[in-house]
C-alpha cells in the first residue's frame, strides 16, 4: 500500500483547493437561480479576500476577517442588483465592473495602508483559520487504510471546510424542500407569474443575491484566511470564473455542483503534484503547461461531457412588471 499516502496527499489537496470553488459555485446557484447571471464572483471573491486579510491583521480575529468579508461582498451584491435588478441594466457589463473594480481597488487599498505592493502583512495564530483535528483521530492513525483516512484525510482541515460541505445538504434542502426555494426557481423560470401571486420579483432577486454575497465572501476569507496567511494581489486566479464553469457543469443543481468542484480541485491538485515531475514518453514538462492544465480540461469537459446545459429561462433578461 505504498500508493496509499502519495493518494490521501492528492485527496487532501483536492479537498483544500476545491472549497473556494464549491462556495462560490454556491453563490452563483442562488443568483442564477433566481434570473440574475452573476460574472462578478471574482470580484466578489477578491474583494472579500482583501477584507477578510486586512481584518484579521488589525483586529486579530479570523472570525472578524469572515464577517468584514462577508459584509464586502454582500455590498458588491447589493450594487450588481441595484444595477440588475432596480435598473434592469445589462447583468454581465455589472458583472465585469465589480470584476475591474474588485481586482484595482485591492492593490489600490492595500498598498495606500500596508504599502507592501498590494498586500496584506501576514496573520497568524487567531488570525487565521487553524486545522481542526476530528474526535479519535490520533487513536485511529495507525489503524491500515481507514483509520488513515479518516485521520489524515477526514481529519485536519479548518472549520470551514466543513461548513462548505455543510453547505451544500443545506442549500439542496432550502432550493427544493422550502417556499422561498420554490419561489425562487420559480422566479428564474417565469417571473410573470411569480408577480401574478402577489409575489415581489424584485425583493425575492435582492435575497438571492444576498445569498450569493454572503457565500462568496465566505470563500474570499477562505482564501485569504485558511488557504493562505493573508491576502496576495489577484489570489483568486479564475476561480470565480471556474466556479461559474462549475456551476454549468452541474446544471445548475446543488450535489452535481459539489462533485464539479472536487473534480477541478481534483485536476488542480494533479497539476500540483505533476509540476517538475517527468512524466512516460513525455519527458520533463513545462509547469507554466502544468499551471494551465485545469483551465484547459475545464474546457474540455465543459466543450464534450456535459451534454446540453439549460440555463433559468428568465435568466439575465430584466423583468418588467406589466401594468
Known sequence: MDFLPTIITVLDSTIRLSIP?????????????????????????????????SAAFVFGSAWIGLGMAILVAVALALVHGFASITHRGNQIVSGVAINFI???????????????GGRTPQVSGPGRFNAVELPGAAALRDVPVLGTIYADLLSGHTILVYLAFLTVPVTWWVLYRTRFGLRLRAVGENPAAVDTAGISVPWLRYRAVICTGILSGAAGAYLALAMNAG???DMT?????IALAALIFAKWRPVPAMFACLLFG?????S???????????????????????????????AGFIG???P????????VKER
Open 272 to 302: 500540483i503534484r505533476l509540476q517538475g515531475t517527468p512524466l512516460p514518453l513525455v519527458g520533463r514538462v513545462p509547469v507554466q503547461f502544468m499551471q494551465a492544465l485545469p483551465y484547459i480540461l475545464t474546457v474540455i469537459l465543459l
Open 102 to 116: 474588485a481586482a484595482g481597488a485591492t492593490i489600490i487599498l492595500g498598498q495606500a495602508w500596508f504599502a507592501q
Open 237 to 241: 486566479a479564475g476561480r470565480g470564473y
Open 231 to 233: 491576502f496576495v494581489k
Open 308 to 310: 446540453k446545459a439549460i
Open 21 to 53: 470553488l464549491l462556495l462560490a459555485c454556491l453563490a452563483g446557484l442562488y443568483s442564477e437561480r433566481s434570473g440574475i447571471f452573476d460574472i462578478g464572483l471574482e470580484g466578489k471573491m477578491l474583494a472579500g479576500a482583501f477584507a477578510a486579510g
Open 312 to 319: 433559468p429561462r428568465a435568466g439575465g433578461v430584466p423583468y
Open 266 to 270: 481534483f485536476l488542480d491538485a494533479l
